[in-house]
């Protein structure tokens, strides 16, 4: 695993404490211009080589990030007694994930859905971006039940890897992949993240490689293939969540990746209905059992391995910069959601587990601040007609809603959760509903 240069400091106040550890703990030097008021630091650095070969493990943003005091999970199914944080284990990481979800109350939509999407693709103009610039990772979700974890539940992401071919070492078991770059290339691993009760160490129950029917290799996809993503309930002993995946541009059907942990057995869907009563308990938003998140706050891997973090105004943070960032790549597109038995969602909502907009009021003193260049900004979902789906990133050309831009997401910690009161980050009901079936 590559050493973590990861920020920590939460506030506007230290940015340049921020871009000075970073640069000690990278080995790497990093002239900083002092910026006026409300205006982010700005910097720049020189790598000296793009690394073609990474290793990383992102988990679940958990509802105590790490190093932060949690009060006690006493009382909770499932929790102990002690008051611990809930923190990854070493190794991984998280960040930033804004989340879309279809809504349904109705029974068994938590445990069968079938998404249709469209891949992004890099872009192609003279100021455009691989996709891998704006994050190392998006994943469609799913929470499953395991009594080793905490509160009962685990969390299952089928994660795709942007800009990346899985290499031999693949998929490990701890919840590393391991990715050599490969530009408008998609692969896929699926970890499950469990919480210890005890230790409040989040951890892979679970990971896999999505590979093509009748073969063990990495199932290979392109930007801008149509793909469906099928989660159900499994047959197998114990049901299991099972997930499918078909390439409907290249014909590619996987084998399916069967939900079963060698350490806490078969991990079935843990709720009913997707809806926003049935969140993860040890997480920090109130969204559905089955959603679509990108993990953002990550520069690109392979010209930065060693930068594991960044946050808004940071010189090569794009994934907080939708002019400069989201803006130069053909977004992903997601075309239906479908639940089984010809169910639609009533509604969509969308969340982010570090408040969005307010996360770059936080770093950058306001948003989109002057002499930014734009890297005080926050990406968003709209609905377009012209693409025929709901994009993510930002101010695309031909949208026909942009639902408040980077202001839908809720900026304060107002739910309750089993951790505490106004813990999570509520959601956010797209309204009018985007119209997808």
Same mark, same amino acid.
């Given at each position: 695993?590559?050493?973590?240069c ?5 506030s506007?106040?230290?940015?340049f404490?921020?871009?000075?550890a ?5 080995g790497?030097s990093?002239?900083? %211009?002092a910026a006026a008021a409300?205006?982010p630091?700005a910097?720049r650095?020189t %790598? ?11 988990g679940?943003?958990p509802?105590?990030?790490p ?7 006493a009382g909770a199914?499932?929790?102990s007694?002690?008051?611990?944080p ?7 990481l998280?960040?930033d994930?804004?989340?879309?979800a279809?809504?349904?109350?109705a029974a068994?939509?938590g ?8 891949l992004p693709?890099?872009g ?14 998006f994943?469609?979700g799913a ?5 080793n974890?905490l509160?009962g539940?685990?969390f299952a992401?089928l994660q ?7 290499n031999?070492?693949g998929c490990a ?15 896929v ?14 951890y ?21 293939d149509t ?9 197998q002993?114990g ?5 499918? %995946?078909t390439d ?18 078969p991990?079935?869907?843990?709720a009913g209905?997707n809806?926003?009563s ?6 920090n938003v109130?969204?559905p059992?089955?959603?679509f998140s990108?993990?953002?706050g990550?520069?690109?891997v ?6 594991v973090?960044?946050?808004?105004g ?22 239906s959601a ?7 969602p009533s509604s969509?909502?969308v969340?982010d ?9 936080e ?6 601040a002057?002499g930014?260049g734009?890297?005080?900004t926050?990406?968003?979902y ?8 709901i994009e ?5 050309a ?6 408040g831009?980077?202001n839908q997401?809720p ?6 959760s089993?951790?505490?009161p106004d813990?999570?980050y509520?959601s ?9 079936p």
């Open positions: 695993m590559a050493m973590h990861a920020p920590r400091a939460r506007r106040h230290a940015v404490a921020l871009v000075a970073f640069a000690i703990a990278c790497v990093i002239p900083v %211009v409300n205006t630091t910097a650095v %790598v000296a080589r793009r690394a073609k070969s990474v290793t990383r493990c992102f679940r943003y509802g105590d990030s190093g932060e005091s949690s009060p006690s999970h199914a499932g929790a007694a002690a008051t611990v809930i923190r990854y284990a070493p190794g991984c998280g960040h994930e804004p989340e879309i279809p809504i349904s109350s068994n939509t445990q069968d859905l079938t998404w249709t999407i469209v693709s890099d192609t103009g003279p100021d455009a971006r691989p996709v891998i610039d704006l994050g190392p990772v994943w469609f929470s499953v039940h395991d009594s974890s509160f539940q685990a992401e795709f890897y942007p800009d990346s071919v899985l031999a070492h078991s701890n919840g590393n992949f391991d990715i050599d770059l490969t530009p408008n290339k998609f692969t691993c699926s970890p499950v993240w469990a919480v210890h009760p005890n230790s409040g160490i989040e892979a129950t679970f990971n896999a490689m999505l590979t093509p029917s009748g073969s063990g290799s990495p199932l290979v996809m392109n930007s801008g793909v469906t993503i099928h989660f159900f309930k499994g047959t002993s049901t299991p969540l099972n997930v499918s %995946v409907v541009t290249t014909g590619q059907h996987s084998n399916p990746i069967v939900l079963s942990s060698p350490k806490d057995g991990l079935a869907p843990a209905s809806s926003t049935n969140f993860v308990k040890w997480g109130d969204q059992p089955l959603s990108w993990e953002i990550h520069a690109n392979y010209v930065y391995p060693q930068s973090e960044c946050v808004p940071m010189f090569n943070c794009y994934s907080y910069n939708v002019t400069q960032g989201w803006a130069q790549i053909t977004p992903l597109v997601i075309r479908k639940f089984a038995n010809g169910v639609t969509w909502a969340a587990g570090q408040g969005g907009a307010a996360e770059v009021n770093w950058c003193g306001l948003y989109d002057v930014s734009g890297s005080c926050f990406p968003w709209s609905y377009s007609a012209a693409a025929g789906g993510y990133g930002g101010a695309y031909n949208v026909t809603n942009d639902y831009a980077q997401f900026q304060t910690e107002r739910c309750r089993p951790i505490g813990t999570n509520c956010t009901t797209l309204t009018p509903k985007p119209p997808i």
